[in-house]
C-alpha cells in the first residue's frame, strides 16, 4: 500500500526549522512494508494546504499530515481539511472541556484561539486518547487520513501507538518485509559499499545514509515466506559483523553511547570524563541513554587551565612547558578524572575546536584525547576535520568509541583514520 505525506509549516518552508517529522515517518513506514510516494512541504496557506490534500488523496491509500493544528492564527489545517473534503467544522465537546482544564490549571483566561482547536471536520475521530496532544484520523471512502501535531515528539508517539496500528489493521501489508539498520563509527561509506557488493546477496535491498558521526546502512529483504526472508536477513547481517567486528558498533536504534553502556554494564564497570573543548558533550551523550547512572559516576568540563589544575590535578608545569593541547596534559586530566570520581576507567579530550585559537604546530581540529585504565593511561592525537561543531561531535564518539573498542578487544590502539602519530 502506497501513502504520502504533507507537511505544513512557514517555519519548514523558510528552512527555519529541519522537517524531521517526514523523513522520520517515511523510514518508520518502510520497516513495515508501506511505500511513502510523495513528501510535499507546504506553508501556512490554506489554499495550498487544500490544493495539496486533494492532489495527494487521488494517488494514495493513506496521508500523513503534521503541523498547523495548534491555537494560533496560521494553524489553518482544520479549515483546509474540512473545505478540501468538503465537510464542516464541527465543535468536539470533549476537545473543548480538555482545553478549558489546561487553561484552568495553568492560570489562563479562556481565548478563542485556544477554543478553535475543537472544531474538526465532521467524522474526526481523535488520535490521543486522553486528548492531551491534537491529531485525529478521518475516513474517506477507502482512503485514511491521519492529521498530526508538527511537533516531533508528539508526532512520533502518535504514529507508533495509534497510526501504525489502523494502517496494519486496514491495510495489512501483502509481503512480509524485514528490516536492519547497522550503525557503523570511523569508516567511510565508499568502504562498507565495496564490501556490500561483494558480499551481500542481490535480492537484498541496502540504502546507505551518512547520519554524521556515524554511516547507517539500512538491509531490506522482502518475501511472501516470514522464514526465508529473515533468514536471508540474517546471514547478511551475520557477514558484516564478520567483516566489520570493530566499526559496526550496533542495530537499529543502539546508539553508540547506547552501545558502550552496555558492554559497561555487562562487566559491572563505571567511567568518568574529564572535557575541555568538547565542553560537557561526552558527559550529555553518556547520561541521555535510560540507566546511565548504572555505570556513569560523573564528569568534569575543565576549560580553564586553572580548573584541569584545582579539579583535576593536572600538573601546572605541564601547560607551561607542553600546553593545555598536549599528550601530557590529557594523560593527567584522565588520571585525574578517574581518582576524583573512583571510576574503572575514564576518557579525557582537551583540544582546539575553532575556528581560532589554532597555530602551524597545533592547527584547529588538533584534538588530544586520553584513557585511562585500572592498569595504564595513554593518550592519542587527532586531527579532526570540519566546523566546530563537527570537531566537537567527532571527538566526543572517538572518545566513546575507544572504550568500547577497548572493552571489547583490550587493545589499547585500535586504528582511527584521524589519529596522528605523537
Not at 483566561?109 to 477554543?115: Q, V
Request: charged share 25%; glycine share 8%.
Amino acid at each position: 500500500m502506497e501513502g504520502a505525506i504533507l507537511a505544513i509549516g512557514n517555519e519548514l518552508v523558510s528552512g527555519r526549522v529541519p522537517n524531521v517529522t517526514s523523513f522520520w515517518a517515511a523510514e518508520r513506514l518502510s520497516r513495515y512494508g508501506y511505500r511513502v510516494r510523495e513528501i510535499v512541504t507546504v506553508g501556512d496557506e490554506k489554499e495550498e494546504i487544500v490544493f495539496y490534500l486533494r492532489h495527494l488523496l487521488s494517488k494514495a491509500h493513506f496521508l500523513l499530515i503534521s503541523g498547523g493544528l495548534g491555537p494560533t492564527e496560521d494553524d489553518l489545517t482544520n479549515e483546509a481539511a474540512a473545505e478540501a473534503l468538503g465537510l464542516p467544522l464541527e465543535l468536539n465537546p470533549e476537545i473543548l472541556a480538555r482545553i478549558r482544564e489546561t487553561e484552568k490549571r495553568q492560570g489562563l483566561p479562556a481565548h478563542p484561539l485556544r477554543e478553535k482547536m475543537a472544531y474538526l471536520p465532521r467524522g474526526a475521530c481523535p488520535l490521543s486518547r486522553d486528548l492531551s496532544v491534537a491529531g485525529y484520523l478521518l475516513r474517506e471512502k477507502d482512503r485514511l487520513l491521519f492529521f498530526l501535531p508538527g511537533v516531533p515528539e508528539q508526532f512520533q508517539r502518535l504514529l507508533i501507538d495509534r497510526v501504525l496500528p489502523v494502517l496494519l489493521e486496514t491495510f495489512p501489508p501483502r509481503e512480509t518485509l524485514c528490516t536492519r539498520t547497522l550503525r557503523f563509527f570511523d569508516l567511510r561509506e565508499a568502504e562498507i559499499n565495496q564490501v556490500v557488493k561483494e558480499t551481500v546477496p542481490p535480492e537484498l535491498e541496502v540504502g546507505f545514509y551518512p547520519v554524521f558521526p556515524e554511516v547507517q546502512v539500512v538491509l531490506t529483504a522482502r518475501g511472501r515466506e516470514d522464514r526465508e526472508v529473515r533468514e536471508l536477513l540474517e546471514k547478511a547481517v551475520k557477514v558484516l559483523k564478520e567483516r566489520f567486528p570493530e566499526h559496526l558498533f550496533g542495530e537499529d536504534e543502539e546508539e553508540l553511547p547506547l552501545a558502550l553502556g552496555r558492554m559497561l554494564r555487562a562487566r559491572g564497570a563505571t567511567v568518568s570524563v574529564a572535557e575541555s573543548c568538547t565542553g560537557g558533550l561526552m558527559a550529555s551523550l553518556i547520561t541521555r541513554i535510560p540507566g546511565s547512572s548504572d555505570y556513569f559516576l560523573g564528569g568534569a568540563v575543565t576549560y580553564a587551565n586553572s580548573a584541569k589544575v584545582g579539579l583535576l590535578g593536572v600538573p601546572e608545569r605541564f601547560i607551561r612547558l607542553f600546553g593545555a593541547v598536549s599528550q601530557e596534559v590529557a594523560c593527567a586530566m584522565a588520571e585525574g578524572a578517574r581518582r576524583r570520581f573512583g571510576a574503572d576507567f575514564a576518557l579525557s579530550v582537551t583540544g582546539i575546536a575553532g575556528p581560532g585559537g589554532g597555530s602551524p604546530e597545533k592547527p584547529v581540529g588538533t584534538v588530544w584525547i586520553g584513557l585511562s585504565t585500572p592498569t595504564e593511561t595513554v593518550a592519542r592525537k587527532f586531527h579532526f576535520p570540519g566546523t566546530r561543531h563537527e570537531v566537537q561531535t567527532l571527538s566526543a564518539y572517538t572518545a566513546l568509541d575507544w572504550l568500547r573498542r577497548y572493552l571489547l578487544t583490550g587493545n589499547l590502539y585500535p586504528t582511527y583514520r584521524f589519529a596522528k602519530t605523537p
